[in-house]
Protein backbone atom coordinates (compact mmCIF):
# COMPACT_ATOMS: atom_id res chain seq x y z
CA UNK A 1 0.00 0.00 0.00
CA UNK A 2 3.11 2.10 0.79
CA UNK A 3 4.26 2.08 -2.72
CA UNK A 4 0.67 2.51 -4.41
CA UNK A 5 0.30 5.53 -2.16
CA UNK A 6 3.90 6.91 -3.66
CA UNK A 7 2.56 5.66 -7.10
CA UNK A 8 -1.04 7.42 -6.60
CA UNK A 9 1.30 10.50 -5.64
CA UNK A 10 3.03 10.61 -9.26
CA UNK A 11 0.03 9.70 -11.34
CA UNK A 12 -1.93 12.45 -9.80
CA UNK A 13 0.89 15.00 -10.27
CA UNK A 14 0.51 14.02 -13.72
CA UNK A 15 -3.24 14.51 -13.92
CA UNK A 16 -2.75 17.93 -12.53
CA UNK A 17 0.24 18.68 -15.12
CA UNK A 18 -2.16 17.47 -18.22
CA UNK A 19 -4.89 19.72 -16.48
CA UNK A 20 -3.05 22.68 -16.08
CA UNK A 21 0.32 22.88 -17.81
CA UNK A 22 1.09 26.47 -16.61
CA UNK A 23 1.76 24.32 -13.20
CA UNK A 24 4.79 22.99 -14.72
CA UNK A 25 6.46 26.26 -15.54
CA UNK A 26 10.29 26.45 -14.43
CA UNK A 27 13.69 27.48 -15.17
CA UNK A 28 14.65 24.58 -16.24
CA UNK A 29 15.90 24.28 -19.98
CA UNK A 30 14.67 22.05 -22.38
CA UNK A 31 16.35 21.97 -25.91
CA UNK A 32 15.01 22.70 -29.09
CA UNK A 33 15.24 19.23 -30.76
CA UNK A 34 13.19 18.39 -27.51
CA UNK A 35 10.35 20.87 -28.55
CA UNK A 36 10.84 20.41 -32.08
CA UNK A 37 10.34 16.42 -31.98
CA UNK A 38 6.36 17.21 -30.64
CA UNK A 39 4.16 17.75 -33.14
CA UNK A 40 2.16 20.57 -30.96
CA UNK A 41 2.37 22.16 -27.56
CA UNK A 42 0.11 19.35 -26.32
CA UNK A 43 2.41 16.68 -27.24
CA UNK A 44 5.30 18.38 -25.50
CA UNK A 45 3.14 18.86 -22.19
CA UNK A 46 3.18 15.27 -22.05
CA UNK A 47 6.42 14.32 -23.03
CA UNK A 48 7.77 17.33 -20.65
CA UNK A 49 5.00 15.56 -17.95
CA UNK A 50 6.35 12.47 -18.10
CA UNK A 51 9.93 13.46 -17.93
CA UNK A 52 9.49 15.25 -15.01
CA UNK A 53 7.69 12.29 -13.39
CA UNK A 54 10.84 9.67 -14.03
CA UNK A 55 13.19 12.32 -11.85
CA UNK A 56 10.82 11.90 -8.76
CA UNK A 57 12.43 11.39 -5.58
CA UNK A 58 10.76 7.69 -4.06
CA UNK A 59 11.02 6.41 -0.84
CA UNK A 60 10.16 10.08 1.05
CA UNK A 61 7.23 11.74 1.33
CA UNK A 62 8.99 14.83 2.60
CA UNK A 63 11.21 14.49 -0.21
CA UNK A 64 8.27 14.35 -2.83
CA UNK A 65 6.72 17.40 -1.02
CA UNK A 66 9.50 19.48 -1.08
CA UNK A 67 9.58 18.92 -5.18
CA UNK A 68 6.14 19.04 -6.10
CA UNK A 69 4.29 22.40 -4.67
CA UNK A 70 1.14 20.95 -6.34
CA UNK A 71 0.71 18.69 -4.31
CA UNK A 72 2.09 20.84 -1.51
CA UNK A 73 -0.54 23.63 -2.25
CA UNK A 74 -3.22 20.95 -1.76
CA UNK A 75 -2.99 21.38 1.83
CA UNK A 76 -3.79 18.19 2.65
CA UNK A 77 -0.80 16.66 3.96
CA UNK A 78 0.28 18.71 7.08
CA UNK A 79 3.83 18.27 8.22
CA UNK A 80 2.46 15.81 11.40
CA UNK A 81 0.82 14.08 8.04
CA UNK A 82 4.20 13.43 6.10
CA UNK A 83 5.50 12.34 9.43
CA UNK A 84 3.05 9.65 9.81
CA UNK A 85 3.40 8.80 6.43
CA UNK A 86 6.96 8.86 6.52
CA UNK A 87 6.92 5.89 9.12
CA UNK A 88 4.71 3.86 7.13
CA UNK A 89 7.35 4.13 3.82
CA UNK A 90 10.55 3.33 6.83
CA UNK A 91 8.03 0.07 7.81
CA UNK A 92 7.82 -1.01 3.98
CA UNK A 93 11.98 -0.15 3.18
CA UNK A 94 12.54 -2.46 6.66
CA UNK A 95 10.27 -5.07 5.63
CA UNK A 96 10.95 -5.17 1.67
CA UNK A 97 15.27 -4.89 2.18
CA UNK A 98 15.79 -5.72 5.74
CA UNK A 99 13.15 -8.34 5.74
CA UNK A 100 11.96 -6.76 8.92
CA UNK A 101 15.36 -6.65 10.99
CA UNK A 102 15.28 -3.12 12.70
CA UNK A 103 18.28 -1.11 11.77
CA UNK A 104 20.15 2.48 12.49
CA UNK A 105 18.18 4.80 9.89
CA UNK A 106 14.62 2.78 11.20
CA UNK A 107 15.68 3.86 14.77
CA UNK A 108 15.75 7.57 13.88
CA UNK A 109 11.91 7.29 12.45
CA UNK A 110 11.08 5.13 15.68
CA UNK A 111 13.47 6.02 18.63
CA UNK A 112 13.42 4.00 21.42
CA UNK A 113 11.01 1.38 20.22
CA UNK A 114 13.29 -0.89 19.17
CA UNK A 115 16.62 -2.16 19.05
CA UNK A 116 18.75 -2.80 16.26
CA UNK A 117 18.84 -6.51 14.59
CA UNK A 118 15.78 -6.60 16.41
CA UNK A 119 12.83 -8.73 14.18
CA UNK A 120 10.01 -6.12 13.81
CA UNK A 121 6.20 -7.20 13.98
CA UNK A 122 3.31 -5.45 12.38
CA UNK A 123 -0.02 -7.09 13.27
CA UNK A 124 -2.70 -6.81 10.96
CA UNK A 125 -4.12 -4.22 13.47
CA UNK A 126 -1.73 -2.15 12.63
CA UNK A 127 -1.17 -2.49 9.12
CA UNK A 128 -5.10 -2.43 8.93
CA UNK A 129 -4.51 0.98 10.46
CA UNK A 130 -1.95 1.79 8.01
CA UNK A 131 -3.97 0.84 4.79
CA UNK A 132 -7.10 2.93 6.29
CA UNK A 133 -4.62 5.73 7.14
CA UNK A 134 -3.12 6.19 3.54
CA UNK A 135 -7.08 5.29 1.98
CA UNK A 136 -8.38 8.64 3.97
CA UNK A 137 -5.12 10.57 2.68
CA UNK A 138 -5.82 9.45 -0.98
CA UNK A 139 -9.62 10.34 -0.53
CA UNK A 140 -9.21 13.48 0.83
CA UNK A 141 -6.08 14.61 -1.25
CA UNK A 142 -8.57 13.61 -4.23
CA UNK A 143 -11.22 15.76 -3.10
CA UNK A 144 -9.11 18.86 -2.70
CA UNK A 145 -6.99 17.89 -6.21
CA UNK A 146 -10.30 18.15 -8.05
CA UNK A 147 -11.67 20.97 -6.96
CA UNK A 148 -8.40 23.03 -6.87
CA UNK A 149 -7.11 22.17 -10.35
CA UNK A 150 -10.54 21.16 -12.05
CA UNK A 151 -9.74 17.68 -12.61
CA UNK A 152 -12.44 15.60 -14.85
CA UNK A 153 -13.73 12.70 -12.73
CA UNK A 154 -15.46 9.18 -13.65
CA UNK A 155 -18.83 9.01 -12.83
Same mark, same amino acid.
Given at each position: ??????????????????? #??????????????????????????????? #? !??? #??? %???? #??????? =?? +??????????? =????? !? +???? %??? *??? %??????????????? =? *??????? %????????? *??????????????????????????
Amino acid at each position: CADNFETYLSELLYEIYLA #KPETLKSKQTVTVKEVLDCSDIQEFVVYWSK #K !KLG #KLQ %RGSV #KGFMAEN =QQ +IADLGVLDESQ =QDEVE !K +IFQI %RHL *YAH %RNGIVDEKFLQYFPN =Q *YSVNEEH %RLSMDEMIG *YISQLAALVDRIDTVAIEKYLLATID
